[in-house]
């Protein structure tokens, strides 16, 4: 009895065989169409225009087609090199999105743990509709509120420094106020929707857990330490990342629209995407258009991979691929 005991414990379980494609489209087919929306969204919108690519390299017109007109190599990116301005442009633009980027997921954990810890519920859904309702308001009527409230003749500001006995102030002429000003406007118009991503993860959170801190009596801070932020770090890392992918891809409605053409202020609020559009609107050139993108497109990759690489030697887990 004892060997064959013996034997069958030593036995070796045969793996099950593995399933093919198709077996698993079979067996998993109510998730895959599911799916189906995300996937077919995806396909037409970020694989089928692959091709448009060739636009960059090619001085393209309507009659010729995208394939059809005259290749001309590198020339359409010369066009931003040429210019002595790349440097400034790019660096502008990465700036202003690692302040959007840091500074905005800052300010949406913070408001997203504040809403938790908030006890009235009235109170809670009152604040989070009016921080969200930012969020839908139209860049060009963001433009007018920033105007009026800074235009140095009426704006709402100048007016309560004359009432003050002070002197007015011209903000559309002082270049170096105008990166606070635009972060502000932007945490302002976004931080309420940002938040709501945390807040979700907050709620996906064991409460038991939460409650055997309190019995064990932490205090406040302490849950939020130890139980709330180590819960929110893989969200706060994925976000990041994404964020990362379009660093170089300026909010050209903000800037635009309370910016505008006045050039006293392109030295610190000039993006490449605010340069290209007056430099290309003239002539319509969509290769150099074109060329501005594939380029933005390059950097955003290798910064993602770059930061992906160093959070995978960090924390694997929360790596995205």
Known sequence: MKKGKSKAATAVVAAPPKRGFIANVVRYRVLLL???????????????PL???????????????????????????EFLASSGKLWSLTKNTILYNLAFILLGNF????????????????????????????????QVLVGILVYNMLNYDTGFVNGILENMGLERWQPYADPK????????????????????????????????????????????????????????????????LFALGGIVKGNFG??????????????????????????????????TASAVGFYQSIIG???????????????PDYSLF
């Open 254 to 287: 903000l800037f635009y629209n309370i910016i505008g053409t006045n050039t006293l202020l392109y030295n610190t609020t000039d993006i490449i995407e605010t340069y290209v559009y007056r430099a290309t609107m003239a002539e319509f050139n969509f290769s």
């Open 51 to 77: 091709p448009g690519i060739w636009i960059a390299f090619v001085d393209y017109n309507v009659r010729d087609g995208i394939f059809g007109s005259e290749f001309v190599g590198m020339r359409n990116f």
């Open 177 to 240: 106020v105008w990166p606070a000003i635009l972060i502000v406007v932007y945490l302002w118009q976004q931080t309420g929707y940002n938040s709501v991503v945390y807040f979700a993860s907050i709620m996906g959170i064991d409460m038991e857990m939460i409650e055997a801190a309190k019995v064990d009596g932490a205090n406040g801070f302490q849950r939020i330490r130890y139980i709330l932020l180590p819960s929110l770090k893989p969200t706060i890392i994925i976000l990041l």
């Open 107 to 138: 300010l949406a954990v913070f408001i997203a743990i504040l809403l938790n810890e908030m006890q009235s519920r009235l109170f809670k859904k009152v604040s989070q509709t009016l921080m969200f309702l930012p969020y839908f308001i139209s």
């Open 301 to 315: 990759f290798v910064i993602v991979m770059v930061v992906n690489f160093i959070v995978k030697k960090i924390e």
């Open 34 to 48: 599911m799916c189906l929306p995300a996937i077919l969204f995806f396909f037409f919108i970020s694989y089928v």
